[in-house]
């Protein structure tokens, strides 16, 4: 057995959030540690005034807060596999994900790849009405339960449950679900990245609260009223609610928004009846509603008439700038030339390229519930396969704010549904020639009575492969650059490197026994492809990666692991042996990750190898 050994093994889990925060906090206050632990009377000590404790302080807390941020700190054991229905090769140069699985694994999976990387994401979670479903993570196997869920698992049993009012933890149970995906899709976020959420008025308040708690108040950026429906509901027992809210939060001082392109409404203002060399404009008052003795002067207009501002008025600027403005023709007296008052002309070649955001998004603005549910029908032949999704839209209302066509700007929808905020990245990317690049995460939900569709991401999926399709067939308005109206698809599962079970018997038999079976960790039946990802993904290369195999000269396959993402040069070698001579027919660097089975090393070998490179076992 080769366990003696000090090489680094693959390891068996997700990045692990908590020593991620905890090197922060290490970085700032390196005296709080104390053989590797926090010292909390240090830390108090360093924090001096700011810290606060005692029961007058301010805070937010619910039944099952601990477990779920317990819960955010254990690192997931599942891992992603390309989906079968992937056809080789087709997809594998697009930067577009669809994943099915529960998004609490998934993003844990993302963790390491995409730290940091995400420019914009927009969730639509269950609003916790009563009647909708909220995921049961399980404290104690989070995979298991998943495979349970989905029917990967022996033990059937439906676990999808609704979390009804009635229930003592109603809001409790709802912010414990969102709590960890909150504050694991921060991380997530590019320092200059926009989280968007979108919520109703049942949980509104809370969630303000935890998104305070996570992204920090100082970021709090704005609340979007967005009206849902176009007329009220006639039978509403009290007033008709017809809007809904999304809460925007930067993750730092580094977000700054877009200005929104203008309407066609709004560059109709724009006109140009003196046929003025510099393009359409728009007029602007020169009056100010307020009398100052100095801009009280008088103005003549080009029939030689004086004129001054009406009583109670004054001029908004002083008399040079009155007269640069009349040298570079700049005032507008009516057509005749003889207006009572002059105005400014404003030319859209000079204005600043957009509008300002503002908070209240009209269904005519970013579409309404009843445009979703066309927009869906329109792709599905008619027929409305899921019942709540929004406008594309209002999703493209945040992509304008938020992301640019030019930076391959990640974009995550970890509740993705029917994936409107796919539809909405390829449609922007084929209009203005971008290459932003989407991520959408779903649960197969399971469909009541389904038909076509068995789960929500069956119709989230198809939803996206349609638009691409039909996209492909669109002629481009911006043809700059190359398109990527690809996507590939992976699915959270069983990973096919088994876990090292600390918790193994330590009585002598069982114990010999786990270790005979962990000398080689591959389950039977692994699958190189599987092995690949999962050794990829834990060594933190994106969902972008490409495999290239090569068969050596001494007669070991490899597999190339490339990811424009990284500089990091990873080779993996799956063979049952590492033969003779392997250095020389794989050319490796010191910086070079090497991979390879415990099992297929002599201990000479493995000393050689990790003379070379920066060997690591499976
Ligand atoms: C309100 S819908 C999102 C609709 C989406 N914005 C659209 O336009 O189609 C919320 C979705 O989140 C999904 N969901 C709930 N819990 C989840 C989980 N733990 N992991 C992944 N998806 C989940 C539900 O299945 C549901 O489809």
């Not at 090197?23 to 010292?39: I, M, N, Q, S």
């Not at 509603?289 to 004086?306: A, C, H, I």
């Not at 970890?414 to 449609?427: D, L, P, R, Y």
Request: proline share 6%; charged share 25%; glycine share 6%.
């Amino acid at each position: 057995m080769n366990n003696i050994r000090k090489i680094d093994r693959v390891a068996h889990t997700s990045g692990d959030v908590l020593s991620v925060q905890l090197a922060k906090l290490r970085e700032a206050f390196p005296e709080v540690f104390v053989e590797g632990r926090v010292d909390f009377d240090r830390l108090r000590t360093a924090l001096g005034e700011s810290a606060s404790s005692g029961p007058g302080r301010f805070s937010f807390t619910w039944a099952g807060k601990s477990e779920s941020i317990a819960l955010l700190q254990t690192p997931s054991r599942s891992t992603l596999a390309p989906s079968e229905s992937d056809k080789a090769g087709k997809t594998a140069a697009t930067g577009n994900f669809f994943i099915e699985g529960d998004n609490l694994e998934v993003l844990k999976l993302l963790f390491k790849p995409y730290f940091g990387k995400v420019k914009m994401i927009y969730i639509d979670p269950p609003y916790n009405t009563g009647q909708d479903f909220i995921y049961p993570d399980n404290y104690a196997d989070p995979l298991d339960t998943y495979l349970q869920l989905t029917g990967q698992a022996d033990r059937s049993g439906n676990l999808l449950t609704s979390n009804p009012e009635t229930s003592g933890r109603y809001h409790s149970a709802w912010l414990s679900m969102l709590y960890p995906r909150l504050f694991l899709a921060r991380q997530l976020l590019r320092e200059d990245g926009l989280m968007c959420v979108s919520i109703d008025d049942h949980e509104v308040h809370h969630l303000r609260m935890v998104m305070n708690e996570i992204f920090g108040e100082e970021n709090y950026y704005a609340t979007i009223a967005w009206q849902k429906k176009d007329t009220p509901a006639a039978d509403a027992k009290g007033i008709s609610t017809t809007h809904e809210y999304i809460l925007l939060y930067q993750r730092s001082e580094e977000f700054a928004r877009n200005l929104l392109p203008r309407t066609d409404e709004q560059l109709a203002n724009y006109k140009n009846p003196d046929n003025d060399p510099r393009g359409p404009w728009t007029r602007t008052t020169l009056i100010r509603k307020e009398v100052r003795e100095s801009r009280l002067f008088p103005v003549t207009n080009p029939k030689g008439r004086d004129r001054t501002p009406p009583p109670g008025t004054s001029w908004r600027v002083p008399p040079e700038t009155f007269a640069r403005y009349g040298a570079e023709n700049r005032l507008w007296w009516g057509l005749d030339g003889d207006g009572d008052l002059p105005f400014l002309k404003r030319f859209l070649s000079e204005v600043q390229d957009g509008v300002v955001p503002i908070s209240w998004w009209d269904y005519e603005f970013a579409g309404s519930n009843r445009n979703a549910k066309m927009e869906i029908r329109g792709i599905f032949d008619g027929d409305a396969p899921f019942e709540t999704p929004k406008p594309v839209r209002m999703v493209r209302r945040l992509l304008d704010i938020a992301t640019r066509p030019d930076d391959g700007d990640i974009v995550l929808d970890f509740f993705a549904g029917s994936c409107t905020t796919a539809q909405a990245v390829a449609e922007l990317n084929h209009e203005d020639g971008g290459n932003r690049q989407f991520i959408m995460v779903q649960l197969p939900e399971p469909i009541d009575g389904a038909g076509k569709y068995p789960t929500i991401a069956a119709i989230g999926h198809e939803r996206i492969k349609r638009v691409l399709a039909d996209l492909r067939k669109r002629p481009r308005a911006n043809a700059k650059g190359a398109l990527d109206l690809g996507v590939r698809t992976f699915q959270l599962t069983a990973p096919n490197i088994r876990e090292w079970d600390p918790n193994t018997s330590p009585e002598p038999d069982a114990y010999a026994q786990t270790l005979m079976q962990f000398e080689d960790p591959l389950i039977t039946g692994w699958q190189a492809e599987r092995v690949l990802w999962e050794v990829a993904l834990r060594e933190g290369y994106s969902l972008r990666t490409a495999f290239e195999k090569k068969v050596l000269s001494n007669g070991n396959s490899v597999y190339l692991v490339s990811d424009s993402e990284t500089e990091q040069r990873m080779i993996v070698c799956l063979d049952e042996k590492i033969l003779d001579d392997f250095s020389r027919a794989q050319e490796l660097e010191a910086s070079d990750i090497l991979v390879c089975r415990d099992v297929a090393l002599t201990d000479t070998a493995a000393a050689n190898l990790s003379l070379q490179c920066r060997l690591k076992t499976i």
